[in-house]
């Protein structure tokens, strides 16, 4: 397989504005996808440093984790590697207040972590050294580096199969038994 590189990666698309009435569908919104609020976040168009990090560090994960456990499958015009790392933001998003600001420090951290053995940010590494250390903090002895890598594997791995079922026009199991 060819090494993947974060200058290879495009940025998650942003989320559009909130319709009337402050939700998109069913499930309401009231942050964006990196669980910032827009109420005290007036930079709402992305240009926060840490916002900018913490994006960047969540998108070298999910291509990491979708490379190794997911293939790498072609992109066929509509980048669905950037669809999943927005429903993994988005589902960071959705934490409660106490959790989000925590795993966003740690993702920082895991991401500040290489830099003493690289010389740069986990975000920055090839492919074949990010892989390294996602293995290694998979197996670490401290839970929180294990269940940081354990919630980003999750997600990445569920939101793809889903996309993958969506795209193979399987229908959900709720939707089959609604026919």
């Given amino acids: 397989m060819a090494e993947l590189h974060t200058s290879d990666v495009k940025s998650p698309p942003p989320l559009p504005p909130l319709p009337k009435g402050g939700s998109y569908g069913v499930i309401p919104l009231t942050r964006d ?7 005290r976040n007036p930079d709402a168009n992305g240009s926060n440093p840490l916002r900018t990090w913490f994006r960047s560090t969540v998108s070298a994960l999910c ?6 456990r997911c293939g790498d499958h072609g992109s066929d015009g509509d980048f669905p590697h950037n669809r999943t790392v927005a429903f993994v933001l988005d589902q960071h998003g959705r ?6 600001l925590p795993f966003a420090a740690v993702t920082l951290a895991f991401d500040a972590s290489s830099v003493l053995r690289h010389g740069r940010c986990f975000h920055r590494l090839p492919h074949t050294a990010r892989w390294k250390q996602i293995e290694a903090w998979r197996s670490a002895a401290l839970a929180p580096c294990r269940d940081l890598i354990r919630f980003y594997e999750s ?23 609604a026919h």
């Fill in 33 to 39: 996808a990196a669980g910032f609020s827009a109420a």
């Fill in 63 to 68: 291509y990491s984790v979708l490379y190794e």
């Fill in 95 to 100: 934490m409660p207040e106490y959790l989000r």
């Fill in 155 to 177: 997600f990445v791995i569920f939101h793809w199969h889903s996309v993958q079922l969506e795209r193979a026009g399987v229908e959900s199991v709720g939707a089959s038994e």
